[in-house]
Each structure stands twice: as C-alpha cells, then as structure tokens.
C-alpha cells in the first residue's frame, strides 16, 4: 500500500513564527505536491517537486518556500506565519506519467 | 489560470435518487481527468480517472463519468445515492504532471 505521512495532523502557531510541515512517501515516487485546502476554495496548489533539489511553483506560492533534499521527503516552510495561511495542508505524490496521485492525512495550521 | 470548473457548490438529493455532479474543464486536448471524494473529516479518496479509450468510465461506490470532449465535460453519476454518499466531490485535471483541482461540490442527501 502506498502510503504517504504527514508529521503533525494539528498545529498552533503564533505569527511570525517560522513552520515546517514535513510530508514523506515510501512509494519512489518522482512527484511530490503541496496544496492548502480552504472552505469553498478547493484545493490550490502551493509547491511541487519533480526531483530531489528541483522544485516549481504551483498557484499559490507567496508566503511558503518548499525543500527537497532527499527523494522520500518533502518540506513545506513559511517563513514567517500569518493568520491568512491557517488552512488545511495536504501533501500528496505521483509516480512519473500517468501515476495516480496519493494524499497523505493532512495538517490543519492554526496560525494566531 | 483556471483549469476545472464545478458550477455547483451545493447539491441535494434525496436518498435513492440519481445524481450528476458536472465538471468542465479548460486544459488539453485529451486531459487525464479525475474524481475525487473527501466524506467530512477524512482524506482524499480517488474515485476514477481517464486517462484515454472508452469515454465512460467506472470507478468505486458505485459512481462513473463519462467524458465528452465536445463540450469539455467530465461528469460524474450514480443512479440511486446513499446516506453514506453525502461528501464533498472534487474534480481534477493533470495540467503539466500537476493536479489541479475545482473548487468542490458538496453533496447533501435527504433522508
């Protein structure tokens, strides 16, 4: 079974603060993603990897930076939290081609 | 740039009843598509995908789609929903390798 892990399923934070939300997949797979999920929005695009150390910007990258360094693992960070990046993170990967993509649980950031 | 667009936010159906959730999208000429289903506080489920062949396609629960390039649609359907069917509904479509999803329709069923 694929499976794709997240390391926090909650988090509060403070403004300001620098967060990490780590997301790891044991599945080889090239394509990693990261998407915020808000009411009525759907789910949008923030960062996506296709490699280890290569990265491209989704549709909504302001305000987050992402990390790649090894293939299994990838690293969402704001820099520095504000209150309109509390949302519901998801992280998802994809085998190369024609892949089904796979989510992992999710993290619900609660920035105060 | 938008790629998959739900018109509906909210639909309601009573139990038994047949549905359709419609999805159009505004990317590629042979899009892989998909339906995804998110049931209240848990994660992503794949419903079906296209990737090419038949344009009706089965997935799990019970739903299809079928897909019609003439008129951009993916439309998902079931002849006789359940309580347990009650989630959101979230189209996609592989724009580049990236999913990009539609903003989601939300299914309500009348007892």
């Keep these: 079974d694929v499976k794709v ?20 997949q044991d599945m080889d797979h090239e394509n990693m993603f ?16 296709y490699d280890v150390k290569m990265k491209e910007k989704g549709d909504i990258p302001e305000g987050y930076s992402v990390s790649r360094e090894k293939k299994e693992r ?15 993170y998801l992280c998802a990967s994809r085998g190369l081609g024609v892949d089904t993509q796979y989510f992992g649980p999710g993290t ?3 920035v105060l | 740039a938008q790629s998959v667009t739900q018109p509906d936010i909210h639909i309601t159906v009573s139990e038994g009843a047949s549905l359709e959730l419609r ?33 009706l396609v089965q997935g799990i629960k019970g739903f299809e789609a079928e897909f019609k390039r003439s008129q951009s649609s993916f439309n998902l359907r079931k002849p006789s929903v359940h309580w347990s069917d009650a989630a959101e509904y979230f189209c996609a479509v592989d724009r580049d390798d990236k999913i990009i999803f539609g903003k989601g329709t939300r299914l309500h069923i009348l007892p």
């Design chain 1, 74 to 88: 990838f690293s969402l960070i704001l820099e520095s939290a504000s209150t309109n990046q509390t949302s519901m």
């Design chain 1, 34 to 49: 990261w998407y915020r999920q808000d009411p009525g929005l759907g789910l949008r695009l923030i960062y996506f990897s």
């Design chain 1, 5 to 24: 892990t997240q390391s926090s399923r909650y988090l509060v934070k403070r403004t300001g603060e620098k967060v990490f939300l780590e997301c790891v």
């Design chain 1, 108 to 110: 619900r950031l609660t």
């Design chain 2, 23 to 55: 999805c159009n999208y505004s990317y590629g000429a042979t899009p892989y598509l998909f339906w995804y289903v998110q049931s209240p506080g848990q994660g992503l489920q794949l419903l079906l995908k296209y990737f090419s062949g038949d344009t």
